[in-house]
């Protein structure tokens, strides 16, 4: 079973950046659409970014278009969340899983804090 590691989250201020990384166990990731999502205290975990196994499309919701941006390396096993312009409501611990059907075992995710 593939296992995923998050790291890169961090206490930074409205409209700062930060930069996640997630790494992937198994050969297999680099065939894997994979994706980020989040989940903010009290509210369902939700789906924040995705990429294709090439990386070559991506999708985004509408709350982080223009701000985040997804990208992979296989070679590295490794998919990043760039985040930019940060906002208070980013504020949430993150997590990647395979996109849209997130059925490999989660990760303990990323907490990010964005401070106003």
């Known amino acids: 079973q593939v296992q995923l590691v998050e790291s890169g989250g961090g206490l930074v201020q409205a409209g700062g950046s930060l930069r996640l990384s997630c790494v992937a166990s198994?050969?297999?990731?680099?065939?894997?659409?994979m994706g980020w999502f989040r989940q903010a205290p009290g509210k369902e975990r939700e789906f924040v970014a995705a990429i294709d196994w090439s990386g070559g499309f991506t999708e985004y919701a509408d709350s982080v278009k223009g701000r985040f941006t997804i990208s992979r390396d296989n070679a590295k096993n490794t998919v990043y969340l760039q985040m930019n312009s940060l906002k208070p409501e980013d504020t949430a611990v993150y997590y990647c899983?395979?996109?849209?059907?997130?059925?490999?075992?989660w990760g303990q995710g990323t907490q990010v804090t964005v401070s106003s």
């Open positions: 899983n395979k996109h849209p059907r997130a059925d490999l075992n």
């Open positions: 198994g050969r297999t990731f680099r065939s894997y659409p």
